[in-house]
């Protein structure tokens, strides 16, 4: 089981910024604040929560027994 994450740097402009309107138009919600989701509600009131890589190698094998009992 591997952690996904996404980050972005602040006032920086990407070069395949339209990547996160494509995102929006196939019914993905864009990272960007820049960009509506589909739905604009979605990112309304969403509490972002990072873990650090520290506490995710802390916390991994907790995880990892409740995946594996839930799916295997």
Known sequence: MRPTQCGKAADR???????????????????SDLVD????QVKHGFA?????????A???????KIVDELFH
């Open 13 to 31: 402009v990407h070069p395949f910024g339209k990547g996160q309107k494509i995102l929006r138009d196939s019914d993905h919600v864009p990272s």
């Open 48 to 56: 972002v929560n990072f873990l650090s890589p520290v506490r995710l």
């Open 58 to 64: 802390q916390e991994q094998d907790g995880w990892k």
């Open 37 to 40: 989701a589909p739905d604009p």
